[in-house]
């Protein structure tokens, strides 16, 4: 099979968010069949929905993974337990929060899976990181993740300081 890049966005707003994200990469990092190609800065942003929970901070990882869609999503759901995600209340506080935002250039419609991620263009915290990532990247559809960013209401992101963390195994 061969290897295909796909984007994940990272959120947390309990438990130490940068290090719940830093933790959740290092887990990424070594999930098998895959490699990580690179992460963006981490951001402070207002929270999505309830305004009564503490500020997220989000990001988003570079993979090339020769997991299908759905083996992914079991491994990232994996991750979001071993965090402590509990799913209590719909854009609720969490510990760790990880979402499949772009697979290829797949278009995926299942009961489990919606790629590109259905909230993707109107969220500059998922938009930006991923900008920095990949400044050219585009959606299966041929909008540009930069188009996107120019149109999506600014929500005060905060560019985070980068948080110490362990050195990344050589892919």
Known sequence: MTATDVFIGLGSNQADPSAQLAGAVARLA?????????????????????????DFVNGAAWLRTELSALE???????IEQAHGRERIQ???????DLDLLLYGNETIASERLTVPHAELANRDFVLQPLLDLEPGLALPDGRTIAQLR????????????????????PG
Do not use: I, M
């Open 30 to 54: 070594a999930l098998s069949e895959t490699e990580l190609v690179a992460q963006s800065p981490f951001y402070r942003s207002k929270p999505v929905g309830p305004q009564d929970q503490p």
């Open 150 to 169: 120019q149109q999506c209401p600014d929500n005060n992101l905060q560019k985070l300081n980068p948080v110490e963390r362990a050195p990344f195994p």
């Open 90 to 96: 719909h854009w609720g506080p969490r510990t760790l």
């Open 72 to 78: 992914l999503l079991d491994q990232l759901q994996a």
